[in-house]
């Protein structure tokens, strides 16, 4: 079942992200310079699954739909993991932003395994309007 989140949906809050997911402002229309250098400051890992994610603003998306599609299939590692340490690609354009990081993620219930990623509808629009500016 797909999961999509409107822009006010409270399961926003409840994400499992630690520091640098709180305490920044959130992406707004008035980053779209800060949004450009932070697309061009993405490790191209990175910037696969975050394009990825754009493109399914507000969808949870499982860690192995984001290894199979953004990141040509498995490579023998859990996917938890290598989307992790992929997204971990985004730290230079974060450390610059003065913004959160631009996406959100759950830990798998109990009993499951991997966690879902996601990208706030507002935030995208920010993003892919950089992008558009960019192209």
Sequence with gaps: ?????????????????????YG???W????LERATVFL???APQA????????????????CTELVDQ???????GAPAQRVAGVLSG?????????????????EAPEGSAGATYAVRPSVAAVFLAAQLKTA
């Design 1 to 21: 079942m797909t999961d999509y989140l409107s822009e006010v949906d409270p399961r926003w809050a409840g994400h499992s992200g630690e520091e640098k997911h």
């Design 24 to 26: 920044a402002p959130e």
């Design 28 to 31: 707004g229309p008035e980053d």
């Design 40 to 42: 061009a400051e993405l």
């Design 47 to 62: 910037q696969q699954v975050f394009e990825y994610l754009l493109r399914n603003p507000g969808r949870r998306v499982h």
């Design 70 to 76: 953004a990141l040509g299939g498995p490579n023998g």
């Design 90 to 106: 985004m730290g230079k354009g974060y450390s610059g932003s003065g913004r959160r990081l631009p996406f959100y993620w759950w």
